[in-house]
């Protein structure tokens, strides 16, 4: 599932409606993070650790569970040092995550 939108409402507190504002808003972010982490090998690993950090929260929030835990094995690959490699690993497959829900919400 790309998308829990019943989970996330429960989790948040929030109505069909309330949380349809929030997808809104997503809607509008989850490009923006598509071409971050598609460009992301030209960045410094802080700032793509920091980036999939804050993805972490925001995916969470709207339920997107398989965004979310992408963004935690790259936060942790990089925050443990892994080789470049296995870092790399993680950014496609975050990508890859990353455009199923932009399928899914749009």
């Known amino acids: 599932m790309v998308l829990n939108r019943h989970g996330a409402m429960q989790l948040l507190g929030l109505d069909a409606d309330c949380y349809e504002e929030l997808l809104n808003v997503m809607r509008g972010e989850?490009?923006?993070w598509l071409i971050f982490f598609?460009?992301?090998d030209r960045c410094?690993?802080?700032m793509l650790r920091a980036r999939a950090h804050r993805l972490?929260?925001?995916a969470a929030n709207i339920g997107a569970e398989r965004v979310r835990h992408a963004a935690r094995v790259?936060?942790?690959a990089i925050r443990e040092k892994q080789q470049a490699d296995e870092v790399e690993h993680f950014r496609r497959l975050l990508?890859?995550?990353l455009r199923e829900?932009?399928?899914?919400?749009?």
Do not use: C, N
């Open 44 to 46: 410094e690993t802080e």
């Open 38 to 40: 598609q460009q992301a």
């Open 101 to 106: 829900l932009e399928r899914a919400i749009v």
């Open 74 to 76: 790259l936060e942790q």
């Open 56 to 58: 972490k929260s925001d």
């Open 30 to 32: 989850v490009g923006e």
């Open 95 to 97: 990508v890859q995550e």
